[in-house]
């Protein structure tokens, strides 16, 4: 993918930003430098590009357990901050961000400044082909002062000063970013998509997964099982609660933040708060699968048992369904609930042991309601004294 030219600046520089990239810190350095110049910044600080980056790695990391490197420090500074903030995974970037602005944690600002030790400097190494091997290995104002008489670059370093030390950016590479903005972002993304794919070779749907999630358009799905509802009572797999098209969620059994997609064979209905609790954990298997299978099944009879229903599946297909040898592997008249059964484990289990890999955490509605009793015991306990 090719930058576009300019007679004023060496953008051959530029597009060899990402060359021999090992570890992810020049993508979100790079990327929060782009989001701070969009802004309309030409001074910006340490402080606000670190804590750019980590709200740009937060929703890898938390929500979709993407690995970012060998021994990350900046994975590994998300992780931590989720422990110590409470933030959910799928938190607001403003509110993430904002909550880094007011953080004294000393573990958070120690590994913040970490970040900031090699690549601030060493995004700008295509453009200073003259500085070579041990001439990097000085110190940080030593390599400031090397850097600030270069020519040609896109940034430059005021005095040392921490977490405020300011880069000053340059008035033609600012306009460059202004004028191509979309070209940039669309590389940006282009190279951080190898880059993952590389580090997470198992994972699904990488491209999706490099924003916060976006609201999901399952209408389709919901209608076709609200259907279902007007011919016998639809018990969910987890609470065996029945369904009622008043309070129908429809939930993916392997976590959208994991497949990315919203294939038919996934979804199945539940209610809004047992959804809301399972939220992107992984529902235990032994016990949840099978339910799964028999819930499905009866869906399966109805296809080709009515013809409504059949006209509202295909509908869910064209959308939903978009693997023909899936379709044609369960969804094919004529099964018996063992086969069907067998084919559906055949394409969940090896998606959901792939998820178990990457950290989703398992999950269990009845654990999760003994949990929840027995916090109300406490709390009315506590009232009691």
């Given at each position: 993918?090719?930058?576009?030219?300019?007679?004023?600046?060496?953008?051959?520089?530029?597009?060899?930003?990402?060359?021999?990239?090992?570890?992810?810190?020049?993508?979100?350095?790079?990327?929060?430098?782009?989001?701070?110049?969009?802004?309309?910044?030409?001074?910006?600080?340490?402080?606000?590009?670190?804590?750019?980056?980590?709200?740009?790695?937060?929703?890898?990391?938390?929500?979709?357990?993407?690995?970012?490197?060998?021994?990350?420090?900046?994975?590994?500074?998300?992780?931590?901050?989720?422990?110590?903030?409470?933030?959910?995974?799928?938190?607001?970037?403003?509110?993430?961000?904002?909550?880094?602005?007011?953080?004294?944690?000393?573990?958070?600002?120690?590994?913040?400044?970490?970040?900031?030790?090699?690549?601030?400097?060493?995004?700008?190494?295509?453009?200073?082909?003259?500085?070579?091997?041990?001439?990097?290995?000085?110190?940080?104002?030593?390599?400031?002062?090397?850097?600030?008489?270069?020519?040609?670059?896109?940034?430059?370093?005021?005095?040392?000063?921490?977490?405020?030390?300011?880069?000053?950016?340059?008035?033609?590479?600012?306009?460059?970013?202004?004028?191509?903005?979309?070209?940039?972002?669309?590389?940006?993304?282009?190279?951080?998509?190898?880059?993952?794919?590389?580090?997470?070779?198992?994972?699904?749907?990488?491209?999706?997964?490099?924003?916060?999630?976006?609201?999901?358009?399952?209408?389709?799905?919901?209608?076709?099982?609200?259907?279902?509802?007007?011919?016998?009572?639809?018990?969910?797999?987890?609470?065996?609660?029945?369904?009622?098209?008043?309070?129908?969620?429809?939930?993916?059994?392997?976590?959208?933040?994991?497949?990315?997609?919203?294939?038919?064979?996934?979804?199945?209905?539940?209610?809004?708060?047992?959804?809301?609790?399972?939220?992107?954990?992984?529902?235990?298997?032994?016990?949840?699968?099978?339910?799964?299978?028999?819930?499905?099944?009866?869906?399966?009879?109805?296809?080709?048992?009515?013809?409504?229903?059949?006209?509202?599946?295909?509908k869910c297909a064209k959308e939903h369904l978009n693997d023909e040898q899936i379709r044609r592997k369960i969804?094919?008249?004529?099964?018996?609930?063992?086969?069907?059964?067998?084919?559906?484990?055949?394409?969940?289990?090896?998606?959901?042991?792939?998820?178990?890999?990457?950290?989703?955490?398992?999950?269990?509605?009845?654990?999760?309601?003994?949990?929840?009793?027995?916090?109300?015991?406490?709390?009315?306990?506590?009232?009691?004294?």
């Amino acid at each position: 993918m090719q930058l576009p030219y300019s007679h004023n600046l060496e953008v051959k520089y530029l597009s060899r930003l990402f060359d021999n990239t090992s570890e992810c810190y020049k993508f979100f350095w790079f990327q929060a430098i782009v989001s701070k110049v969009l802004e309309g910044k030409k001074y910006i600080t340490y402080e606000e590009l670190t804590d750019e980056m980590i709200a740009d790695a937060w929703y890898m990391v938390t929500e979709y357990h993407l690995n970012l490197g060998p021994k990350d420090t900046l994975e590994a500074l998300v992780h931590h901050l989720q422990q110590i903030s409470g933030l959910k995974s799928s938190e607001k970037k403003e509110t993430i961000i904002h909550y880094l602005e007011n953080c004294e944690d000393k573990n958070v600002v120690k590994r913040k400044r970490v970040l900031t030790k090699n690549v601030p400097y060493r995004l700008q190494a295509p453009f200073m082909d003259k500085v070579k091997g041990k001439e990097w290995n000085v110190s940080e104002s030593a390599l400031i002062s090397k850097i600030n008489q270069e020519r040609r670059l896109m940034y430059y370093f005021e005095a040392l000063n921490g977490m405020q030390t300011t880069i000053r950016f340059s008035s033609e590479w600012f306009t460059y970013i202004h004028k191509n903005q979309e070209i940039i972002k669309g590389w940006l993304q282009y190279n951080m998509i190898l880059y993952l794919q590389k580090r997470n070779p198992n994972v699904p749907g990488i491209a999706d997964k490099l924003y916060p999630p976006q609201e999901r358009k399952l209408e389709k799905v919901k209608k076709y099982w609200k259907l279902l509802l007007t011919f016998q009572p639809i018990h969910e797999i987890y609470g065996k609660t029945q369904v009622t098209d008043k309070d129908i969620s429809i939930d993916h059994f392997v976590p959208w933040s994991y497949v990315a997609h919203d294939e038919f064979w996934n979804l199945h209905p539940t209610t809004r708060s047992i959804n809301s609790s399972k939220s992107n954990h992984l529902p235990d298997w032994n016990i949840y699968f099978p339910q799964l299978a028999k819930l499905q099944y009866i869906s399966y009879e109805m296809i080709w048992k009515y013809d409504t229903v059949h006209d509202e599946f295909e509908k869910c297909a064209k959308e939903h369904l978009n693997d023909e040898q899936i379709r044609r592997k369960i969804y094919r008249e004529g099964q018996d609930f063992t086969t069907f059964l067998n084919g559906l484990e055949e394409i969940v289990q090896p998606v959901y042991q792939s998820a178990k890999n990457c950290g989703f955490k398992n999950w269990s509605y009845m654990e999760m309601k003994e949990k929840n009793n027995e916090s109300d015991i406490s709390d009315m306990d506590n009232n009691k004294r």
